[in-house]
């Protein structure tokens, strides 16, 4: 069997800035037609990974292959990959076909073949006929459009997104996403996608990478890193989740006296997260017996949120958030007793 090289690997990649800041040890493979995503708040490193695939920047040590090659000693201009940035980064002052072709003009390719190229890119992001149009004369989610075409133009081996749709409003955001997608799925291009908003990463990524301060936390598939969050910074960055202190017994960990299965064995204090979606009310008295392990909480608020609405329950563990349908919560007030159990709990030390 032969395995397939990695469309892109970075090597052990390390950027420190005089403040100590920076990057401080990456190791990625990202296979050809993958959509992998670097997560993490602010500061945590992605766009100086991403700069660096770009070559925008120097590593002080590791090494950036893209196809098996090592790129480093390549210049941006050179390398096989393509940005598109949050500000779409446009020239005002030539049209949309000028825009996109200019790429093309000065890679000396012939001119019907740039306008076949153009009008099919155009296609590819939903925005056939604007050649003529200026970039003042667009929307901003048609700006951004533009700048995608203009990548996808350059048929990069990598194509690198930093933030794209983060100056766009809420809705268009949802709808690039599921275009990015599509194009993705047309073309078989590998991306390399940057974002601090995890619900975008969750949607759109075949894997995540979470960065904390400069270091890798977890590499996964959406559903593992929200099932699975391998640390506790990634169970409180990932999703929504309650957090209770308790003690790690073995295969389970004791929150208040009730015991739960844990997948890691863990010994003396611990932090038990559970989803607000694994939380229950416990309704019948057979429920009761059935479930041993289960708190008696009161209703502190109920939040409507659409179908469905967040309910805030206190326990002597602490307050507890979890989900109910809206018509569960129409019977639900301020003060009222709901005993409630966990169907699933994860330990994390300390
Ligand atoms: N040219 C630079 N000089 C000094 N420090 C820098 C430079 N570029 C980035 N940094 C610092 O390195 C750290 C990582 O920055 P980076 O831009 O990669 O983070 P990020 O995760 O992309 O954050 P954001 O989401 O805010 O863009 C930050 O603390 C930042 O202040």
Request: aromatic share 6%; with cysteine.
């Amino acid at each position: 069997m032969t395995l397939q090289q990695p469309q892109l690997s970075i090597k052990n990649f390390q950027k420190v800035f005089k403040t100590g800041d920076g990057v401080k040890g990456v190791n990625l493979d990202v296979s050809k037609g993958e959509l992998v995503t670097l997560l993490g708040p602010s500061g945590c490193g992605k766009t100086t990974v991403l700069r660096a695939v770009g070559g925008f920047l120097e590593p002080d040590s590791g090494d950036i292959l893209i196809e098996g090659q090592s790129v480093l000693k390549v210049p941006p201009e050179k390398r096989p990959t393509a940005m598109v940035f949050q500000s779409y980064n446009l020239w005002p002052h030539m049209t949309v076909f000028d825009n996109l072709a200019f790429g093309l003009k000065i890679r000396n390719v012939k001119k019907e073949e740039i306008r076949a190229a153009v009008d099919k890119a155009l296609h590819l992001v939903r925005l056939p006929g604007t050649e003529n149009k200026m970039p003042g004369q667009l929307s901003g989610g048609q700006q951004q459009r533009v700048a995608v075409a203009r990548a996808l133009l350059l048929e990069p081996a990598v194509l690198l997104l930093d933030e794209p749709f983060s100056a766009l409003d809420a809705k268009l955001r949802l709808e690039m996403r599921e275009e990015l997608r599509e194009i993705q799925a047309s073309t078989g291009l590998t991306m390399v996608f940057v974002t601090h908003d995890q619900e975008e990463a969750l949607s759109i990524s075949d894997r995540i990478v979470v960065m904390n301060a400069g270091r890798i936390e977890q590499i996964d598939t959406p559903q593992r890193i929200y099932d699975h969050p391998e640390s506790l910074f990634v169970a409180q960055f990932i999703g929504r989740m309650n957090f209770l202190s308790g003690h790690g017994a073995g295969a389970s960990v004791d929150i208040q006296g009730r015991r739960f299965p844990v997948e890691r064995n863990l010994a003396g204090t611990v932090t038990a997260a559970i989803r607000p979606e694994d939380v229950f009310i416990v309704e019948t008295a057979d429920q009761v017996q059935e479930h041993r392990d289960v708190f008696p909480a009161t209703v502190r608020q109920v939040m409507i949120l659409g179908h469905y609405a967040e309910v805030t329950a206190d326990t002597e563990a602490g307050p507890v958030k979890l989900f109910v349908p809206r018509e569960r919560a129409a019977s639900l007030h301020h003060g009222q007793s709901i005993p409630i159990g966990f169907a699933r709990v994860t330990a994390y030390a300390g």
